[in-house]
């Protein structure tokens, strides 16, 4: 009797665990950078109680994010701007769809051996992010304060290159980097220009300038949330959106996130 007893008590248990796993929906977050985790973490509980399981899958490398999502191994990604994903669609051929616009974050100047940007010497050895759309945003922000000049073009959405430079006065010498890998070198540097999604792991670095992001006169850079476009839960992930853009606004409200411009 206590074997027969013994087997009732472990089939309970083992559809107990099925049912739950049956009822919880996993959904597969892949991201980059630490700035907005504490926002996804204060959404976790509320999509819980649905039922819904917000699993944050971090990454490294930039390149890794879509290739994850065409994969199936997540099923949202969180880290890229409109100009940067219109290029990785087209040069890899991915079926994408975009779940929102999130915000425009700013791209600064930093340097452990510099407090300012008239500081800047002669001959500076400067990083900036390798992949060509960044490398391109760099090199604007370069121009915009008259670091360099580059060569004039009509199109908003040209990318530049280091051939595009026409003027360097102060004989920079710019570094195209891996912008995973820039925190790590930035005692190599007089300065770096990085992304947001990396800021936050830039130690004992100072922003020696800040690119308001409401400079932007369009929305190339206004990041996204992304999925594949055959999947079939647009509408959870519509809402998923937009209760992370309420949650970052209000951490940003609140000034616990600074340098970003949450879009409507």
Not at 64 to 80: H, K, P, S, V, Y
Not at 86 to 96: R, W
Not at 107 to 122: A, C
């Amino acid at each position: 009797m206590k074997n027969i007893l013994m087997i009732l008590l472990i089939l309970l248990l083992l559809s107990c665990s099925t049912n739950n796993k049956n009822t919880n929906k996993v959904i597969e977050i892949g991201y980059i950078g630490e700035f907005d985790v504490n926002v996804w973490e204060s959404m976790y509980t509320e999509f819980r109680n649905e039922n819904i399981i917000l699993n944050l899958d971090p990454f490294s490398d930039y390149s890794m994010l879509n290739e994850a999502l065409e994969r199936g191994d997540i099923d949202l990604n969180t880290f890229q701007h409109y100009l940067y994903f219109v290029n990785e669609t087209n040069k890899n051929n991915y079926d994408f769809t975009i779940i929102d616009k999130t915000y425009i974050a700013s791209m600064d100047i930093y340097s452990q051996k510099l407090t300012n940007i008239n500081q800047m010497p002669t001959k500076a050895k400067i990083a900036i992010p390798d992949d060509n759309i960044n490398l391109s945003r760099a090199l604007k922000i370069l121009a915009s304060i008259n670091l360099i000049k580059l060569a004039s073009n009509g199109d908003i959405n040209y990318s530049y290159t280091l051939n595009d430079i026409e003027e360097n006065k102060l004989n920079l010498e710019i570094v195209p980097t891996k912008v995973e890998q820039i925190r790590y070198m930035m005692y190599k540097f007089t300065a770096a220009i990085i992304n947001y999604n990396f800021a936050s792991d830039l130690k004992d670095c100072n922003i020696i300038y800040h690119y308001d992001p409401s400079k932007y006169s369009s929305d190339m850079y206004v990041n996204l949330i992304v999925t594949r476009s055959k999947d079939d839960n647009l509408d959870i992930y519509k809402r998923i959106a937009k209760n992370y853009k309420n949650k970052l606004k209000e951490f940003v409200e609140a000034v616990k996130i600074e340098g970003l411009i949450v879009v409507d």
